[in-house]
């Protein structure tokens, strides 16, 4: 990753794997408690791309799907260096504001 004025950047993602898709289905838990350990920047690359990320630039189909390719649904990162937007377009995070809002977010939720 590198930073591209105030802006993250992320790596090339894998799409393809060693499990099946149907293991991954059945293997999918939710999980309450967390482990306090940072994810690598690969980690959260593919966990963005998995997200929303282009699957065709072209017509700028995503890997999530949409009624009319409207994709009303923006996702967001916080962390203690602040809120960042995912652009699905470069594979980037874009700065929203800098700063540790994780409490209020907390708050909020």
Known sequence: MRKIKNNLRYTETKTT??????ETILKKRSIR????????????????????D????IRGFRVA????????????LVTKEGIFRY???????ETIREGD????????S
């Open 65 to 76: 799907t949409s009624a009319g390719a409207t994709y009303p649904l923006e996702t967001y």
């Open 101 to 108: 809002f994780r409490d209020n977010l907390a708050e909020a």
């Open 87 to 93: 652009s699905p377009f470069k594979h980037a995070l």
């Open 33 to 52: 408690s967390f482990s306090g350990i940072k994810l690598s920047n690969e980690e959260l690359s593919q966990i963005l791309f998995a997200a929303q």
């Open 17 to 22: 794997g060693t499990m099946l898709f149907e």
């Open 54 to 57: 282009i699957t065709n630039p």
